[in-house]
């Protein structure tokens, strides 16, 4: 079973940068397109970019676009997510999920979860 580990939270300043991982362990992310999404309370889960399996297409929300980049390092078994220009509503736990080959929007097709990390946006 795919279990998949994020990293790179933490506390920046507005108008910063973050890079987050998405490790695999225990199996390849090989095959897999990996979606990134991110949460704050009281809210749904919200997608903010998804990268296929093979690294060709990438897709990012409108809330985001220009911001962020998604990345993928199959050799590494690791997908990155490089955030620039931060602002505080971006302020979020930033999952990290697979699902077969091609990217999606929806939480539902997503088959396996990391356990979260938490970026703060704030002075």
């Known amino acids: 079973q795919l279990q998949l580990v994020e990293s790179g939270g933490g506390l920046v300043q507005p108008r910063g940068s973050q890079r987050l991982s998405c490790a695999a362990s225990?199996?390849?992310?090989?095959?897999?397109?990996i979606g990134w999404f991110r949460q704050t309370p009281g809210k749904e889960r919200e997608w903010v970019s998804c990268?296929?399996?093979?690294?060709?297409?990438?897709n990012y929300a409108d809330s985001v676009k220009g911001r962020l980049r998604i990345t993928r390092d199959n050799a590494a078994n690791t997908v990155y997510l490089q955030m620039n220009s931060l602002k505080p509503e971006d302020t979020a736990v930033y999952y990290c999920?697979?699902?077969?080959?091609?990217?999606?929007?929806?939480?539902?097709?997503?088959?396996?979860w990391g356990q979260g990390t938490q970026v703060t946006v704030s002075s």
């Open positions: 990268i296929s399996s093979r690294g060709g297409s990438t």
């Open positions: 999920a697979a699902k077969w080959y091609s990217c999606s929007g929806d939480v539902s097709d997503y088959m396996y």
């Open positions: 225990r199996s390849t992310l090989n095959g897999y397109a």
